[in-house]
């Protein structure tokens, strides 16, 4: 089962301006992943943040994670025709050796020219 | 690039019917999961093994199982496939005790 929900399930914007995703998760995590997927083939990840931080940056990307609220943004800022993909984030929740990701249900975004 | 190679890209099968996808991961990566990601929903995660012997299952039959090798190549094995199992594999290699995992791009089943 996913563990949470993807809002909005699609968003459509101009190049040139940002986009905003939010993901909502159901159980303690360890930390959250947001990945991107093109064109329904492999996973490709953009960053990783802990459960003991609060926002992360990496490029034109901004995230942030609010534990008591169960949920995480992902912005992206001054979007390109090339971000266009459907964005995933994913909660591992579970210690060990590896991480065991489970993931929302997407955002396909479309950037136009 | 990633680094993880799954093959074949593409597999049509018919109901019953039973199927081997492989995956090749990069020096290193001595844990592989393997995900199953049907048309407009996430990846959910079907298995991890980890040196060889499973880490970890999620909520699928017995029907589905797998195969780690010392060369970091691995098989995912599906035994009387149901038209519900059409969907897009996916493999994932990752270094023990990290977080983030590497992708393949994926084998389409498609089971008629």
């Known amino acids: 089962s996913q563990q949470g929900e993807e809002d909005p399930q699609a968003l459509s914007i101009q190049e040139g301006e940002n986009a905003t995703m939010n993901c909502s998760y159901k159980t303690s995590i360890n930390n959250l992943q947001w990945y991107r997927q093109n064109s329904g083939r492999g996973l490709v990840h953009l960053i990783l943040i802990r459960s003991n931080e609060r926002e992360k940056h990496s490029g034109r990307l901004r995230v942030t994670l609010d534990t008591s609220k169960k949920s995480s943004s992902l912005l992206i800022t001054a979007s390109r025709a090339a971000d266009t993909a459907s964005y995933f984030c994913a909660t591992d929740a579970v210690g060990g050796t590896a991480s065991k990701l489970t993931f929302g249900t997407g955002t396909r975004l479309q950037v136009t020219l | 690039e990633t680094g993880v190679t799954q093959s074949p890209t593409h597999l049509i099968k018919t109901r019953g019917q039973q199927v081997t996808l492989r995956c090749s991961s990069q020096s290193g990566h001595n844990t592989v999961s393997w995900y199953q990601q049907a048309l407009g929903q996430g990846p959910q995660f079907i298995f991890q093994?980890?040196?060889?012997?499973?880490?970890g299952r999620g909520n699928f039959p017995p029907r589905f199982s797998g195969l780690q090798f010392p060369n970091y190549s691995s098989e995912l094995n599906v035994n009387a496939l149901e038209l519900d199992d059409s969907a897009l594999y996916l493999c994932?290699?990752?270094?023990?005790?990290?977080?983030?995992?590497?992708f393949g791009a994926g084998t389409r089943l498609s089971v008629l």
């Open positions: 093994y980890y040196r060889e012997e499973e880490n």
């Open positions: 994932a290699g990752s270094r023990e005790y990290t977080d983030i995992q590497y």
